[in-house]
């Protein structure tokens, strides 16, 4: 099988690592690449936003399986022009992609569907002086929401009116966000511990993936700014079989009918961002792609042959039995520029990522080639993965740590704390 990687970050070299484990793969291209996916299968240089060129270079290489990773060239409808040409593709359409595009459109398909989530009123750029006045009577904490796509960045929790009506002004006043802000949601804050389950579909049947759990907080204990993720650790304690069998039947499954139901089938991976609170589970987000770094942390804990797994949901009929969990514990470090995620410097070379402990993987993210050196060239920098094929998170948190400590580069920031919400 000749399969096409859309990507460049830590969650593509994940997808490229485990793709190439399957003995169904002929050749693995990746669009445009990092580093980390060159060792693996081969870069193309291509714009990722060159959607005809992209159809052009399938069809030359006579490529069967199209992997869009980021959220982005889904959203632009990627999927759709491949699909167009008769390539097979894992990942939703444009419309279905919406629910990721859009946090207004899945508040409505959960309302459709009967879905648990937080409550919230939605407010227009032109509406700033209302929603000011809304929040001097809302109860706090409370969340601040970018309508659009943020980066993982459009979520602001207030603890009382003067950071909400900050967090206002930023998005509809500042345009930090641009066009993503035009609309915001102003939500109720669930109280509980966050989880995320992906689940990978045909747009009808589904298989999910062990639970993980992440940290979005550039600093420890969870405070200072969201990022679009600084580690994650999997599987997640809190979400027990039960508890999973649950999102299963109350979130994933009458959310793919509704979506099916207004001609938006969704094909692809399914990330389901969750609260588990005292009254159940309630989603905080979806988005239409795997995440970054919950991939990096969930991916080395599967058996089988996830190509088969890929393809046969692009083809339609989801193969239940092509991947199962292999029973172990995996913990991902994010190692991030100084500065992120705000300004940061580029170009330090990266000391250590020879000689590294076998259980332990490095995923490319923001990094490149340069003068046969590999240097930062991003805010998120590597992601530092402990695969331990018994599930014991404490010991494989200190084999990732232990890990970290033998890589450096210039400002290097990596958080401390990464699965200690797990350790009971």
């Given at each position: 099988?000749?399969?096409?990687?859309i990507g460049s970050g830590g969650r593509e070299h994940a997808l490229a690592m485990k793709i190439t484990e399957s003995k169904k793969l002929k050749s693995l291209y990746i669009l445009p690449g990092?580093?980390?996916?060159?060792?693996?299968?081969?870069n193309i240089d291509h714009d990722i936003t060159d959607h005809s060129t992209i159809a052009t270079f399938c069809v030359e290489n006579k490529i069967d399986l199209v992997v869009i990773g980021p959220e982005q060239p889904l959203v632009d409808g990627l999927a759709n022009v491949l699909?167009?040409?008769?390539?097979?593709?894992?990942?939703?359409?444009?419309?279905?992609?919406?629910?990721?595009?859009?946090?207004?459109?899945?508040?409505?398909?959960?309302?459709?569907?009967?879905?648990?989530?937080?409550?919230?009123?939605?407010?227009s750029s032109k509406m700033f002086n209302t929603a000011k006045e809304y929040l001097k009577s809302k109860k706090y904490p409370c969340v601040v929401k970018a309508d659009g796509l943020a980066a993982g960045k459009g979520v602001f929790v207030c603890s009382d009116s003067k950071a909400?009506?900050?967090?206002?002004?930023s998005i509809f006043i500042d345009k930090i966000f641009g066009e993503s802000g035009e609309k915001v949601l102003i939500e109720e804050f669930l109280e509980g511990e966050e989880a995320s389950v992906l689940a990978i579909t045909d747009g009808e049947d589904f298989i999910c993936l062990p639970a993980s759990q992440d940290h979005k907080r550039i600093g420890e204990n969870d405070t200072g700014k969201n990022t679009s993720g600084m580690n994650a650790y999997a599987p997640t304690p809190i979400i027990t079989d039960v508890l999973m069998e649950e999102i299963k039947s109350r979130i994933i499954q009458p959310t793919l009918k509704a979506l099916s139901d207004t001609n938006k089938k969704f094909i692809g991976c399914l990330y389901v961002g969750l609260?588990?609170?005292?009254?159940?589970?309630?989603?905080?987000?979806?988005?239409?792609?795997?995440?970054?770094?919950?991939?990096?942390?969930?991916?080395?804990?599967?058996?089988?042959?996830?190509?088969?797994?890929?393809?046969?949901?692009?083809?339609?009929?989801l193969n239940m039995q092509a991947i199962e969990y292999s029973g172990g514990s995996a913990v991902c470090v994010v190692a991030a520029s100084l500065g992120?995620?705000?300004?940061?410097?580029?170009?330090?070379?990266?000391?250590?990522?020879?000689?590294?402990?076998?259980?332990?993987?490095?995923?490319?993210?923001?990094?490149?080639?340069?003068?046969?050196?590999?240097?930062?060239?991003?805010?998120r920098v590597l992601g530092v993965t402990a695969v331990?094929?018994?599930?014991?998170?404490?010991?494989?948190?200190?084999?990732?740590?232990?890990?970290?400590?033998?890589?450096?580069?210039?400002?290097?920031?990596?958080?401390?704390?990464?699965?200690?919400?797990?350790?009971?």
């Open positions: 099988m000749r399969v096409l990687l990092n580093p980390g996916t060159a060792m693996i299968g081969e699909r167009e040409n008769n390539i097979k593709v894992f990942g939703p359409d444009k419309e279905a992609a919406e629910i990721e595009a859009h946090k207004s459109f899945a508040k409505s398909i959960m309302k459709t569907a009967g879905v648990p989530t937080s409550t919230y009123i939605q407010f909400a009506e900050d967090a206002l002004r609260m588990i609170t005292k009254e159940g589970p309630k989603v905080i987000e979806f988005n239409c792609r795997f995440g970054d770094p919950e991939a990096q942390a969930v991916l080395p804990l599967l058996k089988g042959d996830f190509l088969e797994l890929l393809y046969s949901a692009a083809k339609g009929k992120y995620p705000d300004e940061y410097e580029k170009g330090f070379e990266i000391i250590g990522l020879d000689n590294l402990p076998e259980k332990i993987i490095v995923f490319h993210a923001g990094t490149k080639e340069e003068n046969g050196k590999i240097v930062t060239n991003g805010g331990n094929p018994k599930n014991e998170l404490s010991s494989t948190r200190d084999m990732v740590y232990k890990a970290v400590s033998k890589i450096n580069f210039g400002n290097m920031y990596f958080r401390n704390d990464i699965g200690n919400k797990g350790i009971k």
